[in-house]
């Protein structure tokens, strides 16, 4: 049986970890490469990195990190973070990612996701949305949550699934930072309206998070960050949890 | 000993050669090219694949010579080969992800886009999955039967002599995640990717 899959995220910005309160307020807090030992080590099913300040600086120091980190760690990194070109996820998968995480150009320009999904194979080009409420629906933001597109989230969503993105990571604007857990009604939407796997993000705070974001919003995997990171839980605890309220995960 | 990992433009292959790297150290020398004679003298060659079934075959079919060598190494001399995901996916006849494509024949069958049962399943299929073993491998020493492997794909092979399957796992369907013939192994998840016990297979395999 597949398992469902807890992946720790890891904030990078010039090449040390960090982790944003609603993307502001940043404290850093350690070396990426071993961060990401530590998770994969522990059980992680997947790290991902997002390189969180990439669209306004140099971002070459990720390149270093992803190639580090590949030739320590043997599960699979997805990065993300200030793709913006076929040439970017190029350069990242040939650094040791296994997937690259695509935003604001998908939002752009979804023809990077049709090209590179056939350059590289959908199995690598996994799209991230950052959605926020707004009345009834959920709007697609950019640029690390700082412009507001007024794009329907989940007609974006299933616009990327035909582009040929392998996977979505869906993150809620609302409840990044918050710990009161993931949107769960936007994450259950996009996971019936697409046939590909999404990945919960944004929000968590507790280990019922993880459980609400798999049963309740159906995602095929769950993203954390703060309440790994910070040391309030491990991995190992989070799937021994998992596991108690019968989910199937990989211990 | 030689390994050589075949860099035939298939797409990301820096997972399978740190992989490499790591099991062995600097026992054995691994080499990444598509050099005909580097691969002639090779005692083993891991054939790596990602993305479609046509982009990896017109990726061989791209360097003059290759699969002839490739021929000549796995089925004339009979030595040992290690397919990954799509690499394995090659030795079928054919494949139909895009268009019909003839794979390279080594083990009859065909690779055709799994099941999904009318959108129950969703693909491709990602993660972590256990392996059922159905027989006895060198490349399959100290694992567990149930062992989880990662996975990353939307189609599976189908071989016509199911005594070739070394192992399946439970998705839509049984798929095939492990097949030998002789000398010729290939597994459809990524030992590179799947911890410590994926670089168990990794590391069995050298020491065929």
Same mark, same amino acid.
């Given at each position: 049986?597949?398992?469902?899959?807890?992946?720790?995220?890891?904030?990078?910005?010039?090449?040390?970890?960090?982790?944003?309160?609603?993307?502001?307020?940043?404290?850093?807090?350690?070396?990426?490469?071993?961060?990401?030992?530590?998770?994969?080590?522990?059980?992680?099913?997947?790290?991902?990195?997002?390189?969180?300040?990439?669209?306004?600086?140099?971002?070459?120091?990720?390149?270093?990190?992803?190639?580090?980190?590949?030739?320590?760690?043997?599960?699979?990194?997805?990065?993300?973070?200030?793709?913006?070109?076929?040439?970017?996820?190029?350069?990242?998968?040939?650094?040791?990612?296994?997937?690259?995480?695509?935003?604001?150009?998908?939002?752009?320009?979804?023809?990077?996701?049709?090209?590179?999904?056939?350059?590289?194979?959908?199995?690598?080009?996994?799209?991230?949305?950052?959605?926020?409420?707004?009345?009834?629906?959920?709007?697609?933001?950019?640029?690390?949550?700082?412009?507001?597109?007024?794009?329907?989230?989940?007609?974006?969503?299933?616009?990327?699934?035909?582009?040929?993105?392998?996977?979505?990571?869906?993150?809620?604007?609302?409840?990044?930072?918050?710990?009161?857990?993931?949107?769960?009604?936007?994450?259950?939407?996009?996971?019936?309206?697409?046939?590909?796997?999404?990945?919960?993000?944004?929000?968590?705070?507790?280990?019922?998070?993880?459980?609400?974001?798999?049963?309740?919003?159906?995602?095929?995997?769950?993203?954390?960050?703060?309440?790994?990171?910070?040391?309030?839980?491990?991995?190992?605890?989070?799937?021994?949890?998992?596991?108690?309220?019968?989910?199937?995960?990989?211990? | 000993?030689?390994?050589?990992?075949?860099?035939?433009?298939?797409?990301?292959?820096?997972?399978?050669?740190?992989?490499?790297?790591?099991?062995?150290?600097?026992?054995?020398?691994?080499?990444?090219?598509?050099?005909?004679?580097?691969?002639?003298?090779?005692?083993?060659?891991?054939?790596?694949?990602?993305?479609? /079934? *046509?982009?990896?075959?017109? @990726?061989? !079919?791209? #360097? $003059?010579?290759?699969?002839?060598?490739?021929?000549?190494?796995? +089925? &004339?001399?009979?030595?040992?080969?290690?397919?990954?995901?799509?690499?394995?996916?090659?030795?079928?006849?054919?494949?139909?992800?895009?268009?019909?494509?003839?794979?390279?024949?080594?083990?009859?069958?065909?690779?055709?886009?799994?099941?999904?049962?009318?959108?129950? /399943? *969703?693909?491709?299929?990602? @993660?972590? !999955?256990? #392996? $059922?073993?159905?027989?006895?491998?060198?490349?399959?020493?100290? +694992? &567990?039967?149930?062992?989880?492997?990662?996975?990353?794909?939307?189609?599976?092979?189908?071989?016509?002599?199911?005594?070739?399957?070394?192992?399946?796992?439970?998705?839509?369907?049984?798929?095939?995640?492990?097949?030998?013939?002789?000398?010729?192994?290939?597994?459809? /998840?990524?030992?590179?990717?799947?911890?410590?016990?994926?670089?168990?297979?990794?590391?069995?395999?050298?020491?065929?």
């Amino acid at each position: 049986m597949l398992k469902n899959r807890i992946i720790p995220c890891l904030d990078v910005k010039n090449g040390r970890v960090v982790k944003g309160i609603n993307f502001v307020d940043l404290q850093d807090a350690g070396d990426p490469v071993e961060q990401a030992k530590i998770y994969s080590d522990g059980g992680a099913d997947e790290i991902c990195f997002l390189d969180i300040t990439a669209s306004n600086e140099n971002r070459d120091t990720i390149y270093e990190v992803v190639k580090d980190t590949s030739k320590k760690c043997f599960v699979p990194l997805t990065v993300g973070g200030g793709v913006r070109t076929v040439e970017d996820i190029s350069k990242l998968l040939n650094c040791g990612a296994d997937k690259v995480s695509i935003n604001t150009a998908a939002v752009q320009n979804a023809n990077v996701v049709v090209q590179s999904s056939k350059k590289f194979g959908s199995q690598c080009i996994v799209v991230a949305i950052d959605a926020k409420k707004n009345e009834d629906k959920w709007e697609v933001f950019t640029h690390g949550g700082r412009n507001n597109t007024g794009i329907d989230a989940l007609e974006f969503a299933k616009k990327m699934e035909d582009s040929g993105a392998g996977e979505l990571l869906v993150t809620s604007m609302d409840r990044d930072g918050t710990q009161q857990g993931y949107d769960i009604d936007l994450m259950s939407k996009i996971s019936s309206m697409v046939n590909i796997p999404t990945i919960a993000s944004g929000g968590v705070g507790d280990l019922d998070h993880l459980v609400d974001g798999i049963k309740l919003g159906n995602a095929s995997a769950v993203l954390a960050a703060s309440i790994f990171h910070y040391g309030k839980y491990s991995v190992k605890e989070a799937k021994e949890y998992l596991d108690s309220k019968g989910i199937p995960v990989r211990i | 000993m030689n390994v050589t990992i075949v860099d035939y433009n298939s797409g990301n292959i820096s997972s399978v050669i740190n992989s490499f790297k790591e099991v062995e150290k600097d026992k054995i020398k691994i080499e990444v090219t598509s050099n005909l004679e580097t691969i002639k003298i090779s005692d083993k060659v891991v054939l790596p694949g990602q993305g479609s /079934f *046509k982009s990896c075959i017109d @990726g061989l !079919n791209s #360097i $003059n010579g290759l699969v002839d060598t490739l021929n000549e190494f796995a +089925i &004339e001399h009979k030595k040992p080969l290690l397919g990954i995901c799509v690499g394995l996916q090659m030795f079928a006849d054919f494949g139909y992800e895009e268009v019909k494509t003839k794979g390279l024949g080594w083990i009859s069958g065909k690779v055709s886009k799994i099941d999904n049962q009318d959108g129950k /399943f *969703k693909l491709p299929h990602i @993660g972590w !999955n256990e #392996i $059922n073993i159905k027989k006895n491998s060198e490349i399959f020493k100290g +694992i &567990e039967n149930n062992s989880h492997m990662y996975f990353v794909h939307s189609y599976e092979f189908v071989p016509e002599d199911k005594a070739v399957i070394t192992a399946t796992t439970d998705y839509s369907s049984n798929i095939v995640c492990a097949v030998e013939r002789e000398n010729v192994f290939g597994t459809q /998840f990524h030992p590179e990717k799947s911890d410590k016990i994926g670089l168990k297979i990794i590391d069995n395999f050298i020491k065929i």
